[in-house]
C-alpha cells in the first residue's frame, strides 16, 4: 500500500483501456472483448489503500464510458460496488494465491457487465442481448479472472524497478546524533 499506486494505478488504467480500445485482433479472434478495469479494480481493492481505489474507479470509469457508446457514468456504480465488495473482505481473501486472484477477477469480470446491462434496462435503454452473450460473458470473466494475475505480476516488477527501499540508518549514527548529558 504505497502512495505510488494513487498516482500508476489510475495511469495503468488508462493505458489498459487504451489498449483494449485500439487493439481489434483479439475482439475478432474470439469474438469479445476482453473488459481490462474489472481486474484493475480487482488488484486495487486488493493491494491498495482507499484512495488509489477510488481513484481508479472514478478515473477508469469515466474514461471506460468516454471511449464507448454507453451513457457517461454507467460503470461507474458496478464498479464501485464490486471494489467495495473485495475491499471490505480483503482480509478474507487469500491474495496470493493464483486461483484466488483467478476467481475473483473471473466473478467480477461477469458481475459488471451483467449490473452494467442491468442499469441499461432500468433507464429504458435497448443493448444489443443475443444469443451470442453468455459466449461474451465468460470471454470478459475469464478474460479478467486472468488478467488479475497479470496486474500484480506488472505493478511488482513496476514496484521492484521504480522504487527503492529507503535505507535504515545504522545504529552507530544514531548513538552518533544523540544528545548526551
Known amino acids: ?30 469474438g469479445a ?3 481490462t478495469l474489472p481486474a484493475l479494480v480487482i ?14 474507479i472514478l478515473l477508469g470509469s469515466l474514461w471506460r464510458d468516454a471511449l464507448s457508446a454507453d451513457p457517461l457514468g454507467l460503470s ?4 464501485a460496488a464490486v471494489g467495495a465488495v473485495v475491499y471490505s473482505n480483503r482480509q478474507i481473501i487469500v491474495g496470493d494465491q493464483f486461483y484466488a486472484r483467478f476467481m475473483v477477477g473471473a466473478i467480477a469480470g461477469a458481475a459488471v457487465p451483467l449490473l ?19 459466449w461474451q460473458l465468460a470471454v470478459m470473466a475469464v478474460g479478467s479472472g486472468l488478467l488479475v ?3 500484480f505480476r506488472l ?8 522504487l527503492h527501499p529507503v535505507a535504515a540508518p545504522n545504529a552507530r549514527s544514531l548513538r552518533r546524533n544523540q544528545i548526551r548529558r
Do not use: N
Open 1 to 30: 500500500m504505497k502512495r505510488s499506486h494513487l498516482i500508476a494505478l489510475p495511469f495503468i488504467a488508462l493505458l489498459s483501456l487504451y489498449v483494449e480500445s485500439v487493439l481489434a485482433w483479439p475482439r475478432a479472434l474470439i
Open 33 to 35: 472483448q476482453i473488459a
Open 43 to 56: 488488484f486495487a481493492a486488493l493491494r491498495s489503500d482507499f484512495p488509489a481505489l477510488l481513484a481508479v
Open 76 to 79: 461507474l456504480l458496478p464498479l
Open 116 to 134: 452494467m446491462l442491468l442499469q441499461l434496462f432500468t433507464l429504458g435503454r435497448e443493448p444489443l442481448v443475443g444469443w451470442f452473450f453468455p
Open 149 to 151: 494475475p497479470l496486474y
Open 155 to 162: 505493478v511488482d516488477w513496476l514496484e521492484q524497478t521504480f
